[in-house]
């Protein structure tokens, strides 16, 4: 026993009694370690927007964690678009770990790149002292980057404004798309060149997608785009980061946009001239003024007069008079040269209007009689075979003052204030209007005229009848609707026929010259009706044909200030060509003569 004692005892000493040396590449109980590599290389896939990580599988090893020495591995492959390479075990299998860099510094932007880094994997123990069988292993990373890519797009972006789903302005979309592996919205900005044609362009991933990009593009008011083709450019830029110093392939296109602004096509007219004359100064008469063509006179209240003075320009002979007259008010020239002013005086029955009738005579106006009427002011409305008319609210009242015998013949005229009377044949026209408008019509050739009709027109607007024209047996209004005369007395729903007129324009005043021609004269709708970006808006004088209703010609006049139409007075020669304007100017009255070409 004492002799096994020593013995064990010298083993101890010795390093131990295993029975063999100690291996340099040994693990527990002797065995030897080592790694296996089943593959040489890994293939990351890059992604040019973020940073990857990829961890894989590439061997084995027999080494025991805990019971062996501590096992470590290292990698010589280094480069900038790596953040880290690890290689580690874990249950006896080996593992890659790469960390790259996003790859749009690193890479070509045009095209497929890999990036090969090659090196060498060791594994070792007790400090490295000891490397593992299996290696130094060669081994290989690839990263392989696709590029970010702008579809194919069209150069010429077409439009038109009937794709508009509302009347203001047309908003549309496109959708481009983006081959692109990445998941992070890229950096992009369009730019828009016209202004005057665009109010906004847009450009906004889809959401939910990574290739899908919306410009919206919306344009311009429609009624602030004349009716033509527009053109304009848009420039795109898709790129990785925000300067742009590295863009997507294809990703800063130029595009060109046609918007076709449908619409009746700007028309332009031939000016005409009219020959301007400046009046005397000191004929400033108010808006009120009248033309006599018996005389070639122009009359009016003279402006701020408060002794009640009429003055009067002869165009025939360039001279001026001044004429004292009675009232407070002043009516309108009723035909045969005929002229009421009357003033207002209250008594114990009420208002009593005592009315003062003049005539012009030999380049002079003089008063002929005076009349008291009850109720209201006289308000003539026609002369006709040495009578003045006027309408009434009943039987009783009268409605005809015959000038000769200074007396009153009664009946009833139920008549509203837009009324006409055509002298050529003696008809008293009358137009109630509301939803609907309705005309009246009396003959004063009747020695007791009585209402010939009463017609109801029910597709018509009320605002057409407010300027109303007999020509040619042709009843015409502002609209340029016309109806044939005599109008049966019915329903009508429909004119005869329409003139030819600007749908930015309205009849201003109307006369058939000595051509049978009718000569119209019509003004620019307030805005928005006449919008100069579409329409010619100036004054536009047109002839047409006084039968037939077909257009024969049509002239501008755009040398005028923008003065509003009620600011001018528009007369007629009968049977002749001549068309006078009377205008209302700052240095004055000034009056214009129509030259025809």
């Not at 340099?24 to 992604?47: A, E, F, P, R």
Request: include cysteine; charged fraction near 15%; aromatic fraction near 12%.
């Amino acid at each position: 026993m004492k002799l096994y004692f020593q013995l064990l005892l010298l083993c101890l000493l010795l390093g131990g009694c295993s029975g063999s040396d100690s291996d340099s590449n040994s693990g527990s109980k002797g065995k030897t370690l080592h790694v296996t590599l089943n593959t040489n290389q890994v293939n990351i896939k890059g992604d040019m927007y973020r940073i990857g990580s990829l961890r894989q599988a590439i061997g084995t090893t027999n080494h025991v964690f805990g019971v062996d020495p501590a096992l470590s591995f290292s990698i010589n492959i280094n480069h900038t678009i790596l953040d880290s390479v690890e290689i580690s075990a874990d249950n006896g299998v080996v593992y890659a770990s790469v960390y790259n860099k996003h790859g749009y510094p690193f890479v070509n932007l045009n095209e497929p790149t890999t990036i090969t880094l090659s090196g060498t994997i060791t594994a070792c123990v007790q400090n490295c002292a000891v490397v593992l069988q299996g290696t130094p292993a060669p081994f290989t990373i690839n990263i392989i980057f696709e590029p970010a890519e702008v579809a194919e797009l069209p150069e010429l972006l077409t439009y038109t404004s009937a794709q508009a789903d509302n009347p203001n302005w047309l908003e549309i979309s496109e959708i481009i798309r983006i081959n692109n592996s990445t998941q992070d919205a890229l950096f992009n900005e369009v730019t828009y060149f016209d202004p005057e044609l665009l109010q906004s362009a847009t450009l906004r991933r889809v959401a939910d997608s990574t290739t899908d990009y919306r410009l919206t593009l919306r344009f311009n008011h429609q009624d602030n785009l004349a009716n033509r083709r527009h053109t304009g450019q848009l420039a795109l830029r898709f790129c990785y980061d925000s300067a742009c110093r590295y863009p997507v392939k294809n990703g800063q296109p130029q595009l060109t946009i046609h918007y076709d602004q449908l619409g009746e096509p700007y028309q332009t007219y031939p000016e005409i001239t009219l020959a301007a004359q400046l009046l005397p100064a000191d004929f400033y008469i108010n808006g009120d003024i009248h033309y006599l063509p018996e005389t070639q006179t122009l009359f009016g209240v003279m402006q701020g007069s408060a002794e009640h003075e009429q003055k009067a320009y002869s165009i025939k002979t360039a001279s001026q008079s001044q004429f004292q007259i009675e009232g407070d008010t002043y009516n309108a020239v009723l035909g045969e040269g005929y002229y009421v002013a009357y003033s207002a005086n209250f008594t114990e029955q009420g208002y009593v209007y005592r009315h003062h009738l003049y005539r012009w005579e030999q380049d002079k106006l003089s008063q002929k009689s005076s009349f008291d009427y009850m109720h209201r002011p006289w308000n003539p409305m026609a002369v006709f075979a040495g009578a003045l008319y006027t309408h009434s609210n009943d039987d009783t009242t009268p409605y005809r003052y015959n000038i000769a015998t200074a007396t009153f013949d009664y009946g009833g005229f139920y008549l509203s204030h837009q009324h006409l009377f055509d002298n050529e044949t003696a008809q008293l026209y009358n137009f109630l209007l509301g939803e609907q408008t309705v005309i009246n019509q009396w003959s004063l050739q009747d020695e007791h005229p009585k209402e010939i009709i009463s017609t109801l027109l029910t597709n018509s607007r009320q605002d057409c009848w407010i300027n109303v024209h007999v020509v040619n047996r042709k009843l015409l209004n502002r609209c340029g609707e016309s109806y044939n005369l005599p109008i049966a007395q019915t329903e009508i729903t429909t004119p005869d026929q329409k003139l030819v007129v600007p749908d930015s324009h309205a009849i201003h005043a109307m006369t058939k010259n000595h051509q049978n021609q009718l000569v119209v004269v019509l003004t620019p709708k307030e805005s928005p009706r006449c919008n100069p970006i579409k329409s010619y808006c100036s004054w536009i004088i047109t002839r047409y044909n006084a039968d037939t209703l077909q257009l024969i010609d049509s002239y501008g006049w755009s040398d005028q200030p923008q003065i509003f139409a009620a600011m001018t007075k528009i007369f007629f020669q009968p049977g002749s060509d001549a068309l006078l304007l009377v205008r209302f100017e700052e240095q004055g009255v000034k009056l214009y003569q129509l030259e025809w070409p």
